[in-house]
């Protein structure tokens, strides 16, 4: 798989949000509040999305207007910033974790390069997905069983680290190295099957 099916594929995420006017406000606002920590230009975000800052100021008075993000001004520079105190806040930032996030995400990316037999999202994130509260975490860790190609890998694990802005940690075993291990493989995480069609959770 290139890189362009790639995109295309993490592209498709952007139309699951249908509350949404444009798959582009979907995508600032997951930017925006999956990274609470940050403040963008509205130049940061156009390069991030490859759109014009036309595109992005249009979207940003309209998320600033509505109470969802918070804008500062740094001489003539404008940030923008999730409004965590927002009362739609919380809900809002798990939406768009379940949808833009990194099972959204990798369950385009992984499942279908060849030679990948099951893929798995775990701890931090995959508790996050499976509703414990918490800020989310600085990088996502991923378990992939069987042999894809180690560079096919390595290139959808950095078009993830670009669109997420997060660190991604690959680990792959072999098929037989699982099946060896006997009973189940998760006695103690929180993980979440990334098949990419339904990411099936599963809580301890």
């Known amino acids: 798989m290139t890189t362009a099916e790639m995109v295309r594929l993490v592209r498709v995420r952007s139309d699951l949000l249908p509350m949404l006017r444009s798959p582009l406000m979907g995508e600032l606002l997951a930017w925006i509040y999956l990274h609470p920590e940050m403040s963008y230009s509205a130049g940061e975000l156009a390069r991030q999305f490859k759109v014009s800052e036309r595109s992005v100021g249009k979207e940003a008075d309209r998320l600033s207007e509505a109470g969802l993000v918070r804008e500062e001004r740094r001489g003539n520079l404008r940030l923008l910033k999730a409004d965590l105190h927002s009362p739609f806040a919380r809900p809002l930032t798990e939406l768009l974790a379940f949808n833009y996030g990194p099972a959204a995400v ?82 103690t995480a929180n993980y979440a099957v990334l098949d990419g069609a339904a990411n099936r959770r599963r809580s301890r």
């Open 106 to 187: 990798l369950a385009e990316l992984i499942p279908a390069l060849p030679g990948v037999d099951a893929a798995y999202l775990y701890g931090p994130w995959a508790a996050r997905y499976l509703g414990a509260a918490g800020p989310p975490p600085r990088d996502v860790e991923v378990l992939v069983v069987g042999a894809p190609d180690h560079r096919e890998l390595a290139d959808a694990a950095g078009l993830a680290e670009r669109r997420l802005g997060r660190e991604v940690n690959v680990h792959c075993v072999s098929v037989a190295a699982w099946r060896a291990r006997g009973g189940d493989p998760f006695p």
